[in-house]
């Protein structure tokens, strides 16, 4: 990730954390990003972390690297 507040965040599943304990979940990300998920669908990603609709893969992004989609990351199916 090349935002500078998630340099120690290795994957998907360290972004859902660390977001989810600063209580920021439900934030809106800077650009409501289209995300192509690995099971087919696209969908646009409305909240920081938010699940696929189809097969509710979870992606995240932490809010300072949400304005580009090359931070958005898989987390893993309903990663909670």
């Known amino acids: 990730m090349s935002c500078g507040c998630t ?5 998907g599943k360290d972004v ?4 989810k304990s ?3 979940a439900d934030f ?8 192509h998920c690995e099971c087919g669908t696209t ?4 909240t ?3 699940n696929c609709p189809h097969c509710e893969m979870t992606y995240a992004v932490t809010p300072c690297g949400s304005d580009d989609v ?3 990351k898989a987390a893993g199916i ?3």
């Open 43 to 46: 969908f646009i990603l409305e």
């Open 70 to 72: 090359n931070n958005v």
């Open 16 to 19: 859902v954390d660390h977001v």
């Open 28 to 35: 809106a990300p800077a650009v409501a990003h289209e995300i």
């Open 48 to 50: 920081i972390i938010m």
């Open 78 to 80: 309903k990663y909670a």
């Open 7 to 11: 340099e120690r965040l290795q994957d």
């Open 22 to 24: 600063k209580g920021k």
